[in-house]
């Protein structure tokens, strides 16, 4: 078997994981981790041959984007405490804690090097926070706060890795300029980003066709990411600023073919490379069972050790930060999204699965210093940080359905049902404001202006049929009815319109574009 040919299994592993996920009750994450194991102890499937510094260009990109595009600016400024306290405190405190105990029972093993394992194995995963959490029916708070802890931690985890490795690449380290790296990365970061996406923002204006904006929001990730990584700022932050500044402003409410061929495209970006990532991480067995020949009794009590602390430490941290989130949020009364019970608390602590990100830097790991010597205990702290990696993701992401579903935290589905319900009055309320306009306007007949006004009615009973009134259900569920059969009629002689284009292509003199074209319409129909 080639890399083409493992490439090719890890992506349609990616997309058989996803509904034996569903069956099974199990994230398809973990799914591709054993998938990614299991192909990596059969003797005729090859070491993966990817240059450790791709990975993180070629994968963290488009699982960032796609994972902001589910969210808002305003949902992370609302949680700015608790994701801090997360993506920065915890982060820092886990990379001391863990290069404390690693420094101390790995022999030969200097702090520096030791900062850089601490560093790689600090950050919950966001791919797995995200792919994970979203599947199991979580609290949207709870939800909100890990795919914030998961896509900004990142950001502190890779700036203190290379500031270790500089480390202990030179020999020398500065508090001063290791802080002012820390700033400067951030800085360049966000103007990068910001830059990009005003200046994407206008040239989708240009494009003005839903094919080629699609193509440039794949791109634009990519150039933000390798354009601050170039300039010395941080990759990651550059790729939430440009996705966050897109997800706000580059929306336009009438552009609905690009909004749902963008969403149903990020999906399928999202589906195949997370899977394909995960899968890596399984794959990445081979190296981690060759470093451990002859050692295992050895390097798995480090591995061990370090696996207790990085769980430990993210719980007795949460425990202190939680209660004081909940105080802060008592007295000021602030609009946070915090846990609100010690159920949550403990969901909360168990989905730290480490994953893509720490394989990648694992990896990443220089072979020699500045000396032209060997990096000290590289093998060990590669095999340490895929312990830690595949216990989380295992052990964690295989329980954590089953602790959720013991602990019975569950989604607040009757608030998500008031704010649907207040969002479709606010809607069919401003579609009945553009009619009655319209009708100033245009002097419409009065027939039909009280046939328009059931269909601003309509538009909300769809979308929350509790508007619906007593004595109007009946009615509406005989028009519901009467549209649905016609529609149903529409549906079938559009399919057949469609078959009839589609068999047309294979006529002599038939010309593809011309056949595409027309199909392209009668699917727009379709949609409409």
Known sequence: MDQ???????LV???VSVP??????????????????VMALLPFVPNVDIPPDLILPLILPPLLYAAVRRTSWRQFAANI???LLLAVALVLVTMMCVATVAHAIVPGLPLAAAAALGALVAPPDPVAATAVAGKLGLPRRLVSILEGEGLFNDV??????HVAIAAAVTGTFSVWEAG???VLSAVVAVVIGLALGWGANKLMDLLDDPTLQIGLSLLVPYASYVLAEELHGSGVLAVLTTALFLVEYATDADDVMTRLAGHTFWDIVDTLVTGVAFGLVGLELHNVVNTASGRWGELLGWAGAVVGVVIMVRLLWLLPATWLAQRLHAARDVDEEIPVSWRETVVMWWAGMRGVASVALALAIPLETDAGEAFPARGEIIFIAFGVIMTTLLLQGLTLPWLVRRL???????????????????????AKHRLREIEKEEGLPEDLAEQMMRRAF???????????EDERREAHRQRAKRLKRLRRIESEMLSAARHEVLAARSEPGAVPEVVDRVLRHLDVRSLR
């Open 20 to 37: 034996v996920g569903d069956r099974l009750g199990l994230p398809a994450p973990v799914l591709m981790t054993v998938l990614g194991i």
């Open 13 to 15: 592993g990616a997309l």
């Open 156 to 161: 502190t985890a890779i700036v203190l890795y």
């Open 4 to 10: 083409l040919a493992l490439l090719f299994a890890l």
């Open 180 to 182: 002012l790296d820390l």
């Open 81 to 83: 405490k608790p994701i």
């Open 408 to 430: 019975r935290v569950q989604a607040d589905t009757e608030h998500e049902q008031r704010m649907e319900h207040e969002l479709a009055v606010r809607a069919a309320d401003a």
């Open 458 to 468: 309509d538009i909300a009973v769809r979308i929350s049929p509790e508007m619906a």
